[in-house]
């Protein structure tokens, strides 16, 4: 599976849309791009997933670029709750999960 | 109760001790894993199982085992702690395709 690369931190504040970025230039055509998120040390917890087109569900957006070298996840109203280390991940849908590299993902600080 | 059940949550044990951290699941999945988070870096893969007569070795498998019991259940064991085993373990589970299902964790001190 191809590795990724995001910013180590970033914050904003609460009710503001949280974008959260991305770069994933190796990934192939068959990779899936998936977002988790854990908070503070509790088992991560998936968010979303999306091959080509944007996806949106209860909890987030994923926008996915047309050569799908980069994605931004978005939290469209940041709450306080919504703190938390973002993982981005990329991987090939029924491969199992044995490749998946968990980088150290972007910290994400909501702000009162 | 959790999908994904992981004993014991918290253990301290000292260096040369046998530990064992069990996993079960209730969501039906065939494919089962443990991972390892050290402060401040990402999770990485020990041992996975695509079913229950399925072993295999991850990114850091040396100085542990697993025995997959049944489709349920995972355990992961140190056969002999060390203190650079001292992490935090988590458990998971998917099916052929889709999302990972993740246990609490078991912190694990070894002293």
């Known amino acids: 599976d191809a590795k990724t690369t995001q910013p180590t931190s970033m914050d904003c504040a609460e009710g503001r849309a949280a974008n959260l970025p991305c770069n994933h230039s190796?990934?192939?055509?068959?990779?899936?791009v998936y977002w988790y998120r854990q908070i503070h040390s509790q088992g991560p917890q998936y968010i979303i997933h999306g091959l080509k087109n944007n996806e949106t569900n209860e909890m987030a957006s994923l926008i996915i670029t047309e050569d799908r070298k980069s994605s931004t996840l978005i939290l469209p109203h940041a709450t306080l709750r919504d703190t938390a280390v973002y993982y981005c991940?990329?991987?090939?849908?029924?491969?199992?999960?044995?490749?998946?590299?968990f980088g150290t993902g972007t910290r994400l600080t909501v702000i009162p | 109760d959790a999908d994904v059940t992981q004993t014991p949550r918290n253990r301290i044990t000292k260096t040369g001790k046998r530990i064992m951290l069990e996993c079960s699941q209730t969501k039906g999945h065939d494919r089962m894993y443990w991972y390892r988070q050290d402060p401040g870096l990402g999770l990485r893969l020990i041992y996975y199982s695509f079913d229950v007569k399925d072993i295999n070795k991850g990114e850091i498998s040396d100085g542990y085992s697993v025995s997959r019991q049944a489709q349920a259940k995972f355990s992961l064991s140190l056969e002999s702690a060390i203190p650079n085993q001292t992490a935090l373990y988590f458990c998971a589970t998917s099916a052929a395709k889709g999302e990972l299902f993740f246990g609490e964790g078991s912190r694990l001190t070894v002293l």
């Open positions: 991940i990329v991987r090939v849908d029924n491969a199992g999960a044995n490749n998946l590299f």
């Open positions: 190796t990934i192939s055509g068959n990779e899936y």
